[in-house]
């Protein structure tokens, strides 16, 4: 997958996540820092000295599809399909 198509990925995930609805504010919160992590990789992906914060990233899109498996079924894929991404590309 290119770079290009990396952040389209990231982008789709970004919108979908902040339009999420039917959770509570604690989940609202933590899908607002998910999406602002994801806006900060997206706009510093050419920065090398992101890779640390990218797996952990990684990390935080794992514990998301663990929240969302049976509340938000579809959102949790779609985590699912970024992380396998991000995986493939070592980041």
């Given at each position: 997958?290119?770079?290009?198509?990396?952040?389209?990925?990231?982008?789709?995930?970004?919108?979908?996540?902040?339009?999420t609805r039917s959770v509570d504010r604690r989940t609202r919160d933590e899908l607002r820092h998910l999406a602002d992590d994801i806006?900060?990789?997206?706009?510093?992906?050419?920065d090398p000295e992101t890779a640390a914060r990218d797996r952990g990233l990684r990390e935080r899109?794992?514990?998301?599809?663990?929240?969302?498996?049976?509340?938000?079924?579809?959102?949790?894929?779609?985590?699912e399909g970024v992380i396998d991404t991000l995986a493939m590309l070592n980041l």
């Open positions: 997958m290119s770079q290009p198509d990396l952040h389209e990925l990231l982008a789709g995930l970004h919108d979908e996540l902040l339009a806006r900060s990789v997206l706009d510093e992906a050419s899109l794992r514990s998301a599809v663990t929240a969302f498996e049976a509340s938000h079924p579809r959102l949790a894929r779609r985590i």
